[in-house]
């Protein structure tokens, strides 16, 4: 698994992961989200590039974005992905299918 991080000035984080996970690899993801993530920044987590996820991983990521309460934005193409993740308990998550869409101002 690769994980790559980058600020765009103070408009958000982007962490992209890529290649294979699993719960144990995706919670230290997570946490330094959590380590670095500010109030007024939202963080966009980009998985388009997760080729395989474990089923812990699943929960645990649906689990995370559900407490995050619309701080952490994710991002996947991938209608599969949608659905797995919908699967899992994710129906009222939002995917956004770009980095750009996620990047765009919230409306409540």
Known sequence: MAVTVRQLQSRATIVTVEGVSDASLLRDVLDAIDQGATD????????????????????????????????????SSRLSARRILRRYGASSLHVYPTVEQALRPMTV
Do not use: H, S
């Open 40 to 75: 007024n920044v939202p963080v966009v987590l980009d998985i388009d590039d997760l080729l395989l996820l474990n089923r812990a991983g699943i929960g645990l990521l649906v689990a995370y974005l559900d407490a995050a309460n619309r701080r952490v934005r994710l991002v």
